[in-house]
């Protein structure tokens, strides 16, 4: 009786055996795919040529062969809209910066809640919308008290040039190109398509970063001369729409990419 025992045992653990090699693997369960809304980061990197701008010491000379050096240079970048590949866009909404050589950090900024997408390009104006310019006072970006509001003239300075230059007269220039309406309005829209596709999502974020070179301010398009009165511009004119239409070409991609949480 005991070596029945001993059979039926050995019976046993045999079945358990042959099922357990039997047994088939647990499934694998796929990685979902990353749904929800991600970030898009834009550093603006300020040059003269090939070399970073530096602030009142560093000599650089323009289309016309003239020595300048830069004091100030604001400009701003609203209205920004991500280009996705099918076409569509995503607006941000509040979108005014004010971009400072001489102010840390504002250079960059975030678009929040960028919807999942393939996205192509980046499309901004250069100034501030004629909405705003005549919605009164403002406030962030916006306020009056960055220099960048004609009181006298109710309207913004789109984009603010200053410095010295042996050329200019009286030694300096100040070049402040507004107007937002009419032939010598100051506004213009730049479309900068990115390198690759960017992917972006919740855990996924765009960077990019875009160079702005001054050279182009001065000739990008036609050579402005400190020498054939652009050494102050303080209104709308002929001369301040030849720098609006140059500095819509100052800029470029540097690099776009995205990161991985």
């Known amino acids: 009786m005991l070596s029945n025992f001993k059979q039926i045992s050995l019976i046993a653990i045999a079945a358990i055996s042959i099922s357990a090699c039997n047994k088939r693997p647990d499934p694998v369960t796929p990685t979902p ?18 070399k970073q701008l530096t602030l009142g010491t560093e000599t650089y000379t323009n289309c016309a062969s003239e020595d300048f050096k830069v004091t100030r240079f604001n400009y701003y970048i609203t209205n920004v809209k991500l ?19 001489d102010v ?13 997408g393939d996205y192509k390009a980046v499309t901004f104006m250069v100034g501030v919308d004629s909405a705003r310019n005549t919605s009164g006072a403002q406030d962030g970006a916006l306020a009056q008290d960055k220099g960048m509001f004609w009181t006298w003239n109710t309207g913004y300075i789109m984009a603010k040039l200053e410095g010295t230059s042996t050329a200019a007269k009286g030694g300096s220039f100040m070049q402040h190109i507004g107007g937002f309406k009419g032939e010598y309005t100051g506004i213009r829209t730049v479309t900068l398509p990115f390198p690759n596709t960017l992917s972006i999502n919740n855990k996924a974020e765009g960077e990019a970063e875009i160079k702005v070179d001054i050279l182009q301010w001065f000739g990008a398009l036609s050579c402005v001369s400190f020498a054939n009165d652009a050494s102050n511009i303080m209104m709308p004119s002929a001369t301040s729409k030849q720098i609006a239409d140059n500095y819509a070409k100052m800029f470029s991609i540097n690099s776009a990419t995205t990161v991985q949480e």
């Open 104 to 116: 840390a950090g504002s250079n960059h900024f975030h678009l929040l809640d960028v919807p999942k």
């Open 33 to 50: 795919a990353p749904t929800g809304n991600g970030e898009m980061g834009f550093t603006f990197m300020n040059y003269v040529g090939d």
């Open 83 to 101: 280009i996705r590949t099918d076409g569509t866009e995503f607006v941000q909404p509040e979108s005014y910066h004010l971009i400072q050589q």
